[in-house]
């Protein structure tokens, strides 16, 4: 299967990044897809300013089992005129058709080990990042996010981080369990696409390129 079908197509059921779609009815019965509206070029909500870090591969022995975790981190600026609510949220989906939030599956002591491995003091873990954010560079946040690798051989990798704008807007999007259509709120979402580099294993310090990063409404 071609990866962008691949991932247009898990995009159809879950909206997920370049597949989120709204549809309007043709002739009452047939839903006609179309592309999901953009994201306004010029912000008019508030906007953190968001600096992803790589995606890399690494090992982690936990219970007697090693097993192979996939780990961003990311840096958080409140560049915007007021102190902010900051409870941020990561997906990864890939062309296998699979779509996990950051942390589901990932035992905490696996995120501390990773954690302990960076040897950051101001990097967060997802639940301890939450909280209010400050405005200014002073008071940036640094956070960590982590996902188990279930499938050893995928195509293509995208991740999807909110949280960091206000912008959002409600369309008409096709049901696939009713086969009409349902109000959907979709909210500016930072979309990074990386390129695995064949068989996922442990890079150590490589990490998997960047193909492509934009904000989405998703």
Known sequence: MNTRASLIGLGLIVGCGLGVFASGLVGGTTPAVVAAPE?????????????????????????????????????VVNSSDTDLLFTPSFEMANDEGELKRSGRDVPAAVTAKILETLENTFLEDQINIVGTLLQGEENAKEGLVVWPVNTPHVRAIEV???????????????????????????????????????????????????IEQRWIMR
């Open 39 to 75: 994201p306004d070029p010029v912000p008019r909500r508030w906007q953190l300013t968001v600096t992803p870090g790589p995606l890399r591969v690494t090992s982690v022995e936990h219970q007697g089992q090693s097993k192979l975790y996939y780990y961003m981190t990311y840096k």
């Open 160 to 210: 999807f981080g909110n949280g960091f704008s206000g912008e959002a807007r409600t369309i008409d999007a096709y049901d696939p369990e009713t086969k009409g259509t349902k109000r959907v709120t979709l909210r500016k979402t930072l979309m990074l696409r990386y390129q695995p580099l064949g068989e996922t294993k442990a890079t150590g310090a490589e990490s998997l390129p960047v």
